[in-house]
């Protein structure tokens, strides 16, 4: 397991990443003194070397490792282009100054000019894979290299954060956002800090208009629960959060549409996802349980009959993988689920519970969280 | 021009969507009584009357009004399902809740059963229409009728503002938001109030990298400034509250990429868009100014010239089409701007002023804001 996959939480992520990329730099001075090419090790992440960990419940990487080196001629260029991200994303926290990946991109450009190709860095393609790199090569995470990451996601609830920012301590109370919510930043680690905490779960709801018809409702303020929709799929912001209040000791329980998208959305938080297996435990949440919607709640809620709709073509693709991955299949109740998708071709939305009034969603997720009615 | 182009800001846009609706039904009966079939009269939204307000600055609808009729075959359907969404949004405004159109989609759903075509209620498909229809005939906004809408966006900065919301009110101090920003909700209007404002101006700044960038500067800070993200295109709630701020009498500034998105970012705040044309001022700010990034700043900031971009196609298919709109060609300096990139087949990011170092960008900032070099 790399280091990343078992380092526990820390407030100083940067300071640690700051250490690391100076003994990176050391020990490739130190190679060349000894008359050796220059040399950075990181654990592979290609699919092959993804593991669904048993024991922990979530993705992982596995133990192979590779070196990438600067005197092989297929990874001479890469090679200097992760050192030039090193060196920068360094300068960058010892100047405690945050940027995008688009920004050390054009600091880059500004110190080499037309070599760089522009298409490296745009945020979809293989400059990813030099950050994750250097993530996996150092055992950190890019936003303690501070790269900041898209944020999306809001929360409310019975909880106070400190945010330590630009040199002023903010005080966010999740009772007093009123609207709006809390935006969930991209880093929820460095000098960020959980000061108080009442609650006895969290709910986690896919879509942000179910969660502003909640916090409508004051629902975390009846339930004393922490309300955070990531608005469709999670950022890492929203995962890490999720994490570190799962290691509080609450509960985690994920409210998403009955369709293909809705589980992958809750199996990402739970197990984390294939492409982002390097990054282990710290953005997964194997404790978190599925509130719902579920097809079997038609059978209790008879009126959500009718409110079915016709799954799509993708739904149903989504479903037929999903079934196959070993972590899911080994859940009779899920692959149930998933079973009555593909033979009904139906599927049931979370908006639907506003049918006979706009509060039964507030009823029925009281109900099944009182009676511990999850899927696993 | 429709009484919606016309409406001042009201603190309760709710209740005299409340008063309209109830005077629509009323006006049906009477309709119905006096034998006749019942209708009613909206503007016509279609491209053919949508008409640039040269006085005003701004996209609006013309004079010409349509009615729809309940006895006419063809618009009968959509007439009854206009009057479904008139008696539930009623219902909202009176039960104090609010919903999305997708939770508006399953109240209906739920009533009418199977009747109900799921596609008319797709957030991208003709549900927008009927929405639109209602709109425009009653002379309010949806967030009136208790519709929320997708919110995207954040702000920090010298205001404070006063929202009453699910019975509680909250301030929302926009100087104690940390790294986060407070989220600029869907309705800015209702229950809503700017109850304190020390800034000389706003800033509009396309990119959320960017937003921090400058968050983290505590540009706002130094500038007394309301520093906003509409994080790409401006939503709804962004739109509106650009809007207020500019009737409070503060400049408004725009900043984004220098390629044909970033300028239509700018246009609709400035203009309005050809589809929203039916909102009208109360969604533009024709007072909004350019700041940049330019591609005449290449003459003034050098190391710019070698931190250019190849455009993309579709940079350039909209820059022609833009270059053609005559409230854009009036103006000789964006003539000149789109010129450019046609000619050059370039552009210019808002990320780039990043690239001599992480601070620049705010220095670049200020100094086009102090010496005023905007383009109109």
Redesign the interface.
Known sequence: MSDNQNKSSNLDGDLLALDRLRNMGRHMVEQIEHGEGPAFETVVRSKGNVIFDEEGGFLRLGEKRERRKFLNLSQSKSFMQTLAVAAKTKK?IE?D????I??L???L??TL??DLD?NLFDEQSESNALIEDLEAALGVKREDLHL?T??KG?LAGPIVIK?H???ED?F?DGR??????????S?VDND?EIVELDAKYVLVVEK??MW??L????FWQKEKAILITPKGQSSRGVRRLIRKLADKGLPIYVFTDCDAWGWYIYWTIKTGSMNLAYLGRDFSVPEAKFVGVTMSDIEHYD?LK??T??AKDVDIKRAQDMINYPWIKKHAEWERELKMVLKTKKKL?Q??????R??FVGEYLREKIGKGEFLP
Not at 97 to 100: C, E, M, N, V
Not at 176 to 185: C, E, V, Y
Not at 215 to 218: A, G, K, S, V
């Open positions: 960058f100047e100054l945050h940027t995008s688009r920004g991109y054009y600091q450009k500004f000019g037309e522009e900041t898209d944020r809001v945010d920012f630009a040199g903010v966010i007093k956002q009123g609207r709006s919510g809390w935006a969930i930043p880093d960020m942000d208009a502003q018809r916090n409508e409702d004051r009126f009718k409110l709709i016709k939305e908006d639907a519970l506003q049918g006979p706009l509060t």
